[in-house]
């Protein structure tokens, strides 16, 4: 089982990263998948989720209306579009992957709720 995510990287304040996450080694298209963040003294934060189909998304209200999770699973690859990054979006983004079924809207946050994770890609905003 592998979730890669790459992608991350060093962007002015108001830019844009897209990340991405493969995924390998389990059935894709069963699985809800997250993004979390996590910035020096700070606990993990739930950013976004995606459920197995794709059909919904979830943003914690720090990112709404700015960042866009969406995945094609024929290619077992997430996405998480970010647009108007500010200083306070830094952090190292991780992916994860949850059983669709143990993940719902009001506990997507949760990083228990996922069995398999990647190894994360830092992101940072810095002009």
């Known amino acids: 089982v592998q979730l890669q995510a790459y992608g991350g990287g060093l962007v002015q304040p108001g830019g844009s990263l897209r990340l991405s996450c493969a995924a390998s080694g389990f059935i894709f298209d069963y699985y809800a998948i997250g993004w979390f963040r996590q910035a020096p003294g700070k606990e993990r934060e739930g950013v976004s989720y995606?459920?197995?189909?794709?059909?919904?998304?979830i943003y914690a209200d720090s990112v709404k209306g700015r960042f866009t999770m969406s995945r094609d699973n024929a290619k077992r690859t997430v996405f998480l579009q970010m647009s108007s990054l500010k200083p306070e979006d830094t952090a190292v983004y991780y992916c994860?992957?949850?059983?669709?079924?143990?993940?719902?809207?009001?506990?997507?946050?949760?990083?228990?709720?996922?069995?398999?994770w990647g190894q994360g890609t830092q992101v940072t905003v810095s002009s």
């Open positions: 995606i459920s197995n189909t794709g059909s919904s998304t």
């Open positions: 994860a992957a949850g059983p669709h079924y143990r993940i719902s809207s009001s506990d997507y946050y949760r990083p228990d709720k996922y069995r398999y």
